[in-house]
């Protein structure tokens, strides 16, 4: 079982602190993603699997042993660093072939197994050529090929997408899945992209300033986000949060009411953030929804859908609504209505998913 | 150039009525728009004009019985005749030989030293223990040759000199390295060393320095040890900057550093030490013969372009690298 595990990880540069302890089991074939803002420490916490950074507190288990300790070498992992890190000088050929000839891997060995992973990536007719001579996607192709090659324990992605426009990361996105799914080796994968880890992974992990705010399936995480943090981070638009007062039958906000039959339980009066997802809105009231009266700012077509930029009070809102081919319907929308089942809500103060109806 | 020069002639098309002198004016108004940049350029094209194009007008003495009382245009033409004289001369053979051998010895020895150099200094880790060692080895450089010499003469003295102290501890006789004919190239090439090699290994450090991090990052993952990122990382990123000093280098193989060698040498180890330009030096300024000298030079300087040139198309072949 070469599965991944991390506990109370530390990392600290002197007296700075930047990862504060984290726990997190990766399964054996599991594609794990690591998501957070800039500078959340999801690269520090990469590398130290890696062994490219010191671990300063905690045991870091690869397969079973404990590697804390252990070269980056002998600890079986392949990584695929944003910048490709291919060799300028080397041909795609050499480059891929560069680990294994470290590895005194035999020559003809080498060159079918070389023969074998560019004919999964495609790059069977590039492999005499350098990576200056390559598109961009090609050289992602490449640092993959590299990684492959070596068939590691775990592959270790740090970004490797964001130098792609967005159209080749879409295509790559599905390539590396489907790399996965055929290789099925364990994977942790580094992103700042919300829409690329939810596609990816098995399971995310949305950490944010050193340390985890929540481990769940893509799912999981957007059906029931453990905080406003990560409500607020998957999903795009992200989940709108407003500031409000619980009654006995529902929430206010501002000078509208939220009807939330069932789910108060004597909470009346405590502060709250009620958070609706921008698709969860109905132009047309339903069964069980109450109107939210808003001031629509802007209207911006997405095809299909529009996003509709709104406020209610002070609070900006985005919603979405579909378009049936035309937006001229939109333009006149002066009032959405909020599903009660759908509605979340948290802590006013800590931010923590409040399930009040249990 | 080329191109600014079109585009503001696109823009100036409109306002010249008259098509023939078109051109005139574009360029008229070309100047009177980018002047600053003209300005700014001027200082150099001054510099080179004064002190490196006005005496090529000097050069034809080498074709010339020159006078110094004639003058440079009303002294007589005499053809190849100083190159004649010049290349029946085993003076100057032999300093022509001399300056291919330090040359040759120089570039074997003295073009890797501070490539060596600049790799070692990437591998310390400690900072405080770089930068010290670091700062030593550039000292040499900032100080003038002539103290450089003054140090090399004290060193090797037969008397006081420390090489001679520790030669005496095995119970050896003094040498007397600086009046020996052999000796004189390998304590010339190794003050050169001594000399520049540290401040020659900048360079080298700044390319170092520029390689992509992560390369290591992903060769260690591999399981590269850092001999074999010496060798398969660093050595090949700054190949290019390594040809393009290799071309500046084989440029200057005529060009060996003269002022050392006139401080170093004594008649006495003419037979190996005496170089081109020293020999120039001598014909020149002290036995009178400008013209001679001249000719003496104007070769040096063909050689050279020649070497440079020739460096230089080799290494745009065979590397993709090249100075021009
Ligand atoms: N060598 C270092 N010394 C001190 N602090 C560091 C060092 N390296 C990283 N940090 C800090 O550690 C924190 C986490 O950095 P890290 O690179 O892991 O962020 P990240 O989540 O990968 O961000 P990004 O999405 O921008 O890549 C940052 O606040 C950074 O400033
Ligand atoms: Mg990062």
Same mark, same amino acid.
């Given at each position: 079982?070469?599965? +991944? ?64 300790? +252990? ?200 502060? +709250? ?7 969860? +809105? ?77 | 150039?080329?191109?600014? @020069? ?31 940049? /003209? ?59 001399? @300056? ?53 003469? @004290? ?109 170093? /040498? ?14 120039? /030096? ?43």
């Amino acid at each position: 079982m070469a599965g +991944v595990e991390l506990e109370g990880i530390v990392k600290a540069y002197g007296a700075l602190q930047v990862v504060h302890g984290i726990d997190l089991n990766v399964a054996e074939k599991e594609f794990v993603v690591l998501v957070g803002p800039s500078g959340c420490g999801k690269s520090t916490t990469l590398r130290m699997i890696a062994g490219l950074e010191e671990i300063t507190d905690g045991t870091l288990t690869i397969d079973g042993r404990m590697m804390n300790r +252990v070269a980056p070498k002998d600890r079986d992992v392949a990584m695929v660093f944003q910048n490709y890190a291919l060799y300028p000088h080397l041909n795609v050929a050499d480059n891929m072939a560069f680990g294994l000839r470290i590895r005194k891997m035999p020559k003809d060995q080498i060159k079918s197994t070389i023969a074998d992973v560019a004919e999964i990536l495609g790059l069977t007719e590039y492999l005499e050529r350098r990576p200056a001579d390559l598109s961009g996607g090609q050289r992602q192709r490449v640092a993959m090929g590299r990684a492959i090659v070596r068939h590691p324990k775990v592959f270790l992605f740090d970004e490797p997408l964001s130098n792609l426009d967005a159209k080749l990361r879409t295509q790559m996105r599905a390539e590396i899945k489907r790399l996965h799914n055929r290789l099925g080796v364990t994977s942790v994968y580094v992103t700042h992209d919300q829409v690329e880890a939810m596609t990816l992974a098995d399971r995310i992990v949305v950490m944010n300033d050193g340390a985890i705010e929540q481990v769940g399936t893509p799912m999981e995480l957007f059906n029931n986000p453990a905080n406003t943090f990560v409500a607020g981070f998957l999903g795009s638009p992200p989940m709108n949060q407003m500031r409000g007062t619980l009654t006995d039958t529902g929430a206010v906000i501002g000078d509208a009411e939220i009807a939330l039959p069932g789910q108060i339980n004597g909470h009346a009066g405590r502060d +709250v953030i009620v958070g609706i997802r921008p698709e969860h +809105v109905t132009l047309l009231p339903s069964e069980q929804s109450s109107a939210l009266p808003i001031a629509l700012d802007l209207v911006e077509p997405l095809g299909s859908e529009a996003l509709l930029h709104a406020r209610h009070g002070d609070t900006a809102m985005v919603f979405k609504a579909e378009t049936h081919g035309s937006i001229d319907h939109l333009s006149g929308v002066d009032t959405v209505h909020v599903p009660a089942g759908l509605v979340k809500l948290f802590d006013a103060e800590t931010g923590r998913a409040l399930s009040l109806g249990a | 150039m080329a191109d600014q @020069t079109s585009s503001s002639g696109a823009i100036a098309k409109p306002k010249s009525t008259a098509t023939d002198n078109s051109r005139w004016a574009q360029t008229v108004d070309h100047f009177k728009r980018e002047w600053q940049l /003209y300005v700014m350029l001027a200082p150099t094209i001054i510099w080179f004009i004064v002190f490196l194009y006005k005496p090529m007008y000097g050069l034809q003495i080498a074709f010339k019985d020159y006078s110094i009382f004639r003058g440079v245009a009303a002294s007589p033409w005499v053809g190849f005749e100083h190159f004649e004289t010049l290349f029946s001369n085993d003076q100057f053979i032999r300093a022509v030989m001399n @300056t291919i051998k330090i040359s040759a010895l120089n570039l074997l020895f003295g073009f890797p030293a501070p490539i060596i150099l600049a790799l070692m200094f990437n591998e310390i880790l400690h900072a405080t223990y770089k930068k010290t060692a670091q700062t030593i080895v550039y000292l040499p450089h900032f100080i003038s040759s002539v103290i450089i010499s003054g140090i090399v003469i @004290t060193a090797f003295s037969p008397t006081a000199g420390i090489v001679n102290t520790v030669i005496g501890w095995f119970g050896f006789d003094p040498v007397y390295f600086l009046t020996q004919p052999e000796w004189f190239r390998p304590i010339f090439v190794g003050t050169g060393i001594w000399q520049e090699a540290g401040f020659g290994s900048i360079v080298f450090l700044a390319a170092i320095a520029g390689v992509n991090p992560s390369l290591y990052e992903s060769a260690v993952v591999d399981g590269a040890n850092r001999w074999q990122m010496m060798w398969k990382i660093t050595i090949p990123s700054i190949l290019p900057t390594i040809l393009i000093m290799l071309i500046i280098r084989i440029g200057n193989i005529m060009e060996v550093s003269w002022e050392l060698v006139i401080l170093l /040498y004594q008649p006495a180890t003419y037979e190996t030490a005496d170089v081109v330009n020293t020999w120039v /030096y001598r014909q020149g300024l002290q036995s009178g013969q400008y013209d001679l000298a001249a000719a003496a030079g104007l070769f040096n300087a063909v050689v050279a372009f020649v070497l440079v040139m020739t460096a230089n198309s080799l290494s745009r072949r065979f590397s993709r690298t090249s100075l021009w």
